[in-house]
């Protein structure tokens, strides 16, 4: 048993770096190399390669907060420490916009990551020392840019997209890609979901998050936020609208080679006439309606999609096989009602 026992304590390191390097971190390792060479001039995924090697010795679970070395602060409304002149505990309530989600992160493509593979290591250290603040923190693109295995989220195209938009337009570079995307809890929910209506909660809260949040917004501008309710007030069942359409519906054109076109047009720009959706050939079919994992659940049928789909546009999901059947009732209604009125005329 002890010899066992010795025998594991051992071969721990392999027990430990097989699986490792299988998984989370080869990953890590793989796409902190390869950007190299695309990306030479950042210095950020050396940076990540060496914490990769690092940081597999204390990785620790976002499922259990209360023992996590950041999460015991960042997921609760009140944090305590200790005050190193007095010795004594201090406990104090915690910046609303420092509590991480833990679901939402324990759910999200970088969950395998461990805070500080972004997050400098001294951040394990409470007070943080202030200057931590502004050391850089990767971007989507050190990451993803020119790596064939992301091909398919077009990260290149996406970029060159939102450079074009209102957003770039007005702030450059202050607008990044996580002022919508937090790298903590980012899902690509329109490929992976095969629920209109959650696809539009996700993301119309990432517009809401700062469209509708006084602070944050007037952090970025500098100015009061327009009030949403009252700039859509042309728009009749407001509220039904904004959970049945993403904003990004009326304030971007459709990209057929991108899965969410990222440039939003100024306001002049955006769609105001009703029929633009409310068609036969709506906008909506090119863009919310587009996915395949929703294409997919509608193979099992037409008419049972359409009668099942949660989110029916009045005049978008115009059936074939529905037309077929509704012309043939009348057909036989029609028929049904000649041959009754002959059979009287005859009798007669
Ligand atoms: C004792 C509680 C506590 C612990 C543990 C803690 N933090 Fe913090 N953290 C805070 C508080 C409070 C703030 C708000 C700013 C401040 O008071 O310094 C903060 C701010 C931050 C910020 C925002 C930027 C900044 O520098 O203000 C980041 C990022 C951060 N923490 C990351 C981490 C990471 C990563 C860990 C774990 C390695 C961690 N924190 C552990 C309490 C904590
Ligand atoms: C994949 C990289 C990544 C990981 C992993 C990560 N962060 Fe962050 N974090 C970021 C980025 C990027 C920002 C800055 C967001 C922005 O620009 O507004 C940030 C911001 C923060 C902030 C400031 C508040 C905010 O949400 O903007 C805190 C606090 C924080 N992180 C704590 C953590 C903790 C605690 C963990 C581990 C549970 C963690 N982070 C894991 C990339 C990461
Ligand atoms: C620090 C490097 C880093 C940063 C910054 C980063 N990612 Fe990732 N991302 C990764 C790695 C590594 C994986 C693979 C994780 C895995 O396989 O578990 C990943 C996974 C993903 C995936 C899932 C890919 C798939 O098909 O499985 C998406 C989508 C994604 N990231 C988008 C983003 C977006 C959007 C941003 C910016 C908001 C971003 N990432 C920022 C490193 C990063
Ligand atoms: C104004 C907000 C906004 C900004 C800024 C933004 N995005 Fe997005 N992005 C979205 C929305 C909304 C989606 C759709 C999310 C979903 O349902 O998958 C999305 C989706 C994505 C996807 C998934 C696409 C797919 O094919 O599944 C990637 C990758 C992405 N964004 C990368 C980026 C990168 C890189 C940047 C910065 C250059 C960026 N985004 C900036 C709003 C934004
Ligand atoms: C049905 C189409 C539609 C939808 C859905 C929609 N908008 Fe708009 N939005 C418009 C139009 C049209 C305008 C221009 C209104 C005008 O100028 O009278 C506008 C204006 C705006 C403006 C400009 C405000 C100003 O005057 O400076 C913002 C910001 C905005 N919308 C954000 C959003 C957000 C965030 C969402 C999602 C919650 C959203 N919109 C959903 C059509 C839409
Ligand atoms: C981090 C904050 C933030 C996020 C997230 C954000 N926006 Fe904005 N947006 C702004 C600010 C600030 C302005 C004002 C720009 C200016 O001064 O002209 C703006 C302007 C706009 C405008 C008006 C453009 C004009 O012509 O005046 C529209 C439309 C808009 N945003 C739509 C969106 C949509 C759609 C999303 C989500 C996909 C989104 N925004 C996400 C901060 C944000
Ligand atoms: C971006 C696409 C889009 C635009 C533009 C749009 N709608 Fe809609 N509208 C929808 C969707 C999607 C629904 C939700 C359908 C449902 O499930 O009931 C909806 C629902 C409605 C409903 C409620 C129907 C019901 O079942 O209660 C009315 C009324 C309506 N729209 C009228 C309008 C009018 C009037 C305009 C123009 C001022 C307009 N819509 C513009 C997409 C749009």
Redesign the pocket.
């Given at each position: 048993m002890l010899n066992l026992r010795v025998a594991a304590v051992n071969h721990l390191p392999l027990f430990v770096t097989i699986p490792l390097l299988t998984s989370r971190s080869f990953n890590c390792i793989v796409n902190s190399v390869y950007p190299l060479k695309m990306n030479y001039k950042s210095l950020l995924p050396l940076i990540l390669l060496l914490s990769c090697t690092l940081w597999n010795a204390d990785a620790q679970s976002y499922q259990d907060p209360q023992h996590h070395s950041c999460l015991k602060c960042h997921s609760n409304q009140s944090y305590s420490f200790k005050n190193e002149i007095t010795g004594k505990m201090v406990k104090r309530l915690m910046n609303p916009y420092y509590i991480l989600d833990t679901i939402a992160i324990s759910a999200a493509v970088h969950k395998q990551f461990d805070c500080t593979d972004c997050h400098s290591g001294e951040y394990k250290a409470y007070p943080h020392k202030s200057e931590l603040k502004l050391q850089p923190l990767s971007?989507?693109?050190d990451c993803?840019g020119g790596d064939a295995s992301?091909a398919?989220?077009?990260?290149e195209e996406?970029?060159r997209?939102?450079?074009k938009?209102v957003?770039?337009k007005v702030y450059g570079e202050n607008?990044?890609?996580?002022?919508?995307?937090s790298q903590h809890t980012?899902?690509?929910?329109?490929?992976?979901?095969s629920n209109v209506l959650d696809?539009v909660d996700?993301?119309?809260k990432?517009?809401l998050s700062c469209h509708n949040d006084m602070k944050k917004y007037k952090l970025v501008s500098g100015h009061d936020n327009p009030k949403l309710i009252v700039i859509h007030d042309w728009l009749p069942n407001q509220e039904l609208h904004f959970r049945h359409v993403?904003?990004?519906e009326c304030h971007t054109e459709v990209k057929d080679s991108?899965?969410?076109s990222?440039n939003?047009l100024s306001k002049d720009r955006a769609v105001k006439k009703c029929a633009e959706c409310h068609s036969a050939n709506s906008k909506l079919k090119a863009s919310l309606y587009k996915y395949q994992n929703l294409q997919k659940r509608s193979e099992n049928g037409t008419i049972s999609s359409i009668l099942t789909n949660s989110s029916y546009t009045i005049g978008t999901h115009q059936s074939p096989i529905l037309k077929l059947v509704s012309i043939l009732i009348f057909l036989a209604l029609l028929s049904g009602i000649i041959i009754h009125s002959l059979f009287r005329i005859f009798k007669k």
């Open positions: 971007s989507c693109l993803h992301y398919k989220y077009k990260f996406i970029e997209e939102f450079k938009s957003h770039y607008f990044t890609c996580s002022k919508c995307h980012y899902v690509a929910t329109a490929r992976t979901s696809i996700y993301n119309n990432m517009c993403r904003c990004i991108l899965m969410v990222h939003i």
